[in-house]
């Protein structure tokens, strides 16, 4: 496993770290309980904030960085975040896995006697492309792993190893 590793100026004290689980979770929340009051009236408003609630760990790890370690941090911070570390079988495993999982339990269901329901893709297939490239590339990575592994996660690992980290990050 590769050690994502912080710079030593950027780790400041355990305090930090509260901040940015306090500043993501509240954003994060916020929106979401607001976009759950909001349901039935405005669809727009309810989606949206649904959507942004989603960049809470992002927003929270780069309002914590820009305050602690400055805009020099900040930059550091960046191109730690965007480094490729692994190898291609690992990227092919981490696409594959997934889709070969949901398929199994497809696959499952079936066997079992389950049905599957029709696809709402059918005849929609530039709309579905569309769809998976936003959801893959703007809704997930962009709004939490930048908070989770690129911030979180490097300080706990920098106090109590990659194990510990990752068992309590996740």
Known sequence: MTRLSAHPEDITDPARLGVFFALAFAWSWGCWLLSARLNAGTPVATNTLFFIGGFGPSL????????????AGLQRWLQRCLQWRE?????????LF??????????????????LPPSPAVG?????????FLVFLVGGPRGEEFGWRGH???????????????????
Do not use: C, I, K
């Open 87 to 95: 190898g291609w079988r690992w990227m092919l495993l981490a696409f």
């Open 60 to 71: 929270a790890a780069v309002a914590v960085v820009a305050y602690g370690s400055g805009r």
């Open 124 to 132: 929609h297939l530039p709309m579905v492309v569309a769809n998976f």
């Open 152 to 170: 979180a996660l490097p300080e706990l690992q920098a106090r109590w190893g990659w194990r510990r980290a990752s068992l309590s990050l996740g």
């Open 98 to 115: 997934p889709v070969a999982l949901m398929g199994l339990a497809a696959t499952l269901d079936v066997a079992l006697g389950g049905t």
